[in-house]
């Protein structure tokens, strides 16, 4: 995938060791405790290795207009393969509602399917409204299956390739 996507509102590029700040923010509001800037900055190296090795990734939702990212957006193994891979996408509290996690997703997911990929994957928990709302309104996404886990019901979305 190309190192840097752009939409109406943001330049899409590769995390930094200096987004760790507020990706641990982002991390630690997920709930399942306290990531600090540390464990964000593996995290990064980990995105980085992941890049460099398949060539696909997370690209941060850096504002056109300036300031500070907004989130990110991002082709990960996941539940899925290396070769049919997982979107996904996580904004900072302060950014939802304004249509960026669509935004981004509709840049990243043609990109994915650029480099030769035939289906991307979605998992999303059944609680979250806007999530799925976001899957929606990309497009293309078809419910494949519902598994269970420690954390409940996870549905499974698919999207293959548009011909042509
Ligand atoms: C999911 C997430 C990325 C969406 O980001 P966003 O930029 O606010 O999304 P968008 O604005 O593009 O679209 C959200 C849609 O969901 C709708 N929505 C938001 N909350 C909702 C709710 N509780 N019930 C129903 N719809 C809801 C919005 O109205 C909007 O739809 P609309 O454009 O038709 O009005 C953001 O909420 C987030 O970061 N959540 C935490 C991380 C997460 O859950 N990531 C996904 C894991 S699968």
């Not at 996507?5 to 995390?15: G, K, Q, S, V, Y």
């Not at 930094?16 to 900055?41: I, N, P, Q, S």
């Not at 999303?124 to 293309?140: H, T």
């Not at 996404?141 to 954390?151: L, P, V, Y």
């Amino acid at each position: 995938m190309p190192t840097e996507l752009a939409t109406e509102r943001f330049i899409l590029t590769r995390e930094t060791l200096a987004d760790a700040a507020w990706l641990a923010d982002l991390f630690t509001a997920r709930g399942g405790g306290t990531v600090t800037e540390a464990e964000a900055r593996s995290r990064v190296a980990a995105m980085h290795e992941l890049t460099s090795a398949h060539g696909i990734g997370a690209y941060v939702l850096r504002p056109r207009a300036g300031g500070a990212p907004a989130g990110y957006a991002a082709i990960i193994i996941g539940r899925g393969t290396v070769e049919e891979p997982e979107i996904a996408y996580e904004l900072l509290a302060d950014a939802h509602g304004n249509g960026y996690a669509t935004e981004a997703a509709s840049a990243v997911l043609p990109a994915a399917f650029a480099t030769g990929r035939r289906q991307v994957w979605a998992t999303i928990r059944p609680w979250n409204a806007a999530s799925l709302r976001v899957l929606d309104k990309l497009g293309g996404f078809h419910r494949i299956r519902a598994t269970s886990d420690e954390q409940g019901q996870l549905l499974w979305f698919a999207c293959e390739r548009p011909a042509g």
